[in-house]
């Protein structure tokens, strides 16, 4: 654990009003790429912003990773998380498509294409300490990590205390990581939002069917458990034991009682703890602090051009927003035919606008200036799928599959030619061969925070007759952070129903 933070209430309330009041001084800068193992970044900022904050993404997953003796695996290079960092707040708002002036930036995650839009860090501030918008990236970077270090469904309270406490990241000069620090962002909301009881805290059913339209605690509340339970040092082994407790099969309102006890005790050592003048946190040193060689370069016209078409693809268009988005496109792409980024977003572009030929057009002259573009070679790959869907005959199967082992050639670990394969065998109504399920399984592995995929394997698994196993790969979907329409779908599926309505938002969180 590191050195004490004091007087942090009062300092969380400094630091609101101050962030509040503040305003963004820095110039406009040109959009710069940062490529790293494990994180791709647009920026609009100068070459040495963009690379400090990669730096510090790459240093926030070494942390975590050490700070629970995970090793380090290689991250194929289309399943990095890309973060757009864009001008401003309003502008993050705009692409959300929401006037709300509490947003300030969102995330989104699926496999092959997990994105982040965030605002623009002041180069002004001095603090070590991250800003609003890093925060928010911090905190469902948290999430997406959690999946990859516990299995089956944690309770609301625990996924969202858990991405709060990890989300107060601190980077020191010297090469030092520190985690959970006092949520000082939480303070307000701890002493005057409405409460939230332990009891029905700990109980995601409870909470949900007692919650109200009033903002309330949860979210403070949550970190405050997980930050006590963590590092008090007065309830050793406990968290350990809740989680087991569930991990065995026993509900949350056992697992609570028999790993917690007196929940009355529990709840008044955290009103307690609340007032603490100190708290800990862990100091993780620079010698188990990986970093990761990051490249840096000046986006080309071209691309910059396109760059706007890109993120708004990345977004996630309707019907109508596409035919706005593709006569973009076509109108830059035609000043750089030769051009495989530009033509690759065009591909996209034309696709989410129904226009198959179009599409291919682009993505074929992407890939004659790029034989390897594996973008290109998805884009190609979703058409031919689609046309295939649509084909009575049959006849375009095999083509699908050729379009498919062609970008799995090119990056092997990519989930989607991997989910591809074996959505090919269902389209078809044919039964999925044993290696395409080990495909489908190997890109849940990499992607475990797509509910599609999760989803497809559990249907496979019913219909294998392996229910027991359904029941775990849906266990992270009963207590979604941030869509309670999944809990009901997976639930319904289990129980037999053959075709539940989903209707997940493309927005996993926003803040």
Do not use: C
Not at 10 to 19: D, Q
Not at 178 to 186: E, F, I, K, S, Y
Not at 193 to 205: F, I
Not at 330 to 350: H, M, S
């Amino acid at each position: 654990m590191g050195w004490i933070i004091r007087r942090w209430l009062a300092s969380g309330l400094a630091v609101a009003m101050a962030a509040t009041l503040a305003a963004p001084t820095a110039a406009l800068a040109e959009w710069h790429e940062a490529s790293s193992a494990n994180f791709l970044v647009y920026a609009d900022q100068g070459e040495k912003q963009v690379h400090a904050f990669t730096d510090m993404l790459e240093r926030y997953r070494s942390a975590m990773l050490a700070l629970y003796k995970i090793p380090d695996e290689p991250t194929s290079p289309s399943n990095r998380l890309t973060v757009f960092v864009v001008r401003d707040a309003a502008q993050v708002r705009k692409l959300l498509g929401t006037s709300n002036r509490y947003i300030q930036g969102f995330y989104q995650s699926r496999a092959g294409g997990s994105v982040a839009f965030v605002p623009r860090v002041d180069g002004s501030n001095q603090s070590d300490r991250v800003s609003q918008g890093e925060q928010l990236l911090l905190h469902e970077y948290a999430h997406h990590f959690m999946y990859s270090v516990f299995s089956g469904s944690a309770p609301l309270w625990f996924t969202e205390g858990f991405a709060e406490f990890y989300s107060t990241a601190k980077f020191e000069k010297d090469g030092s990581v520190g985690l959970g620090l006092p949520a000082t962002h939480r303070a307000a909301e701890l002493f005057y939002a409405q409460d939230v009881p332990l009891e029905m805290m700990l109980s995601t059913r409870k909470y949900r069917e007692s919650t109200s339209r009033r903002y309330d605690a949860f979210y403070g509340r949550s970190w405050l458990l997980f930050h006590y339970l963590m590092l008090s040092g007065k309830r050793p082994g406990q968290i350990d034991d809740y989680l087991g407790r569930l991990n065995s099969g026993e509900g949350e309102d056992a697992a609570a009682a028999s790993a917690f006890g007196d929940l009355a005790a529990l709840d008044k050592e955290l009103e307690r703890y609340m007032k603490s003048r100190s708290m800990s946190y862990f100091n993780l040193g620079a010698d188990r602090i990986k970093t990761a060689a990051i490249g840096v370069r000046r986006l080309p016209t071209a691309e910059a051009a396109m760059l706007p078409v890109m993120m708004r693809s990345k977004r996630g268009v309707d019907p109508e927003q596409a035919l706005v988005v593709v006569e973009m496109a076509r109108k830059i792409a035609a000043n750089y035919p030769d051009d495989p980024f530009v033509q690759t977003a065009l591909a996209e572009a034309e696709f989410d606008a129904g226009n198959d030929a179009g599409a291919l057009a682009a993505a074929d002259r992407a890939l004659a200036g790029d034989p390897q573009a594996i973008n290109a070679l998805i884009q190609k790959m979703y058409v031919l799928f689609r046309q295939a869907e649509d084909d009575s005959s049959g006849s375009l199967w095999p083509k699908v599959r050729v379009a498919v082992g062609a970008a799995n050639k090119v990056e092997n670990d990519n989930p989607i030619p991997l989910t591809f394969f074996y959505r090919t065998f269902v389209a078809e109504n044919k039964q999925p061969p044993e290696i395409a399920v080990q495909g489908l399984e190997k890109a849940l592995m990499l992607a475990p925070y797509d509910t599609e995929l999760r989803v497809a394997l559990a249907h496979y698994q019913i219909h294998a007759g392996d229910k027991e196993m359904a029941r775990k790969t849906l266990g992270p979907l009963l207590n979604h952070p941030h869509d309670t329409g999944l809990a009901d779908f997976a639930r319904k599926l289990l129980e037999g129903d053959p075709s539940p309505a989903l209707q997940e938002d493309a927005t996993d969180a926003a803040n």
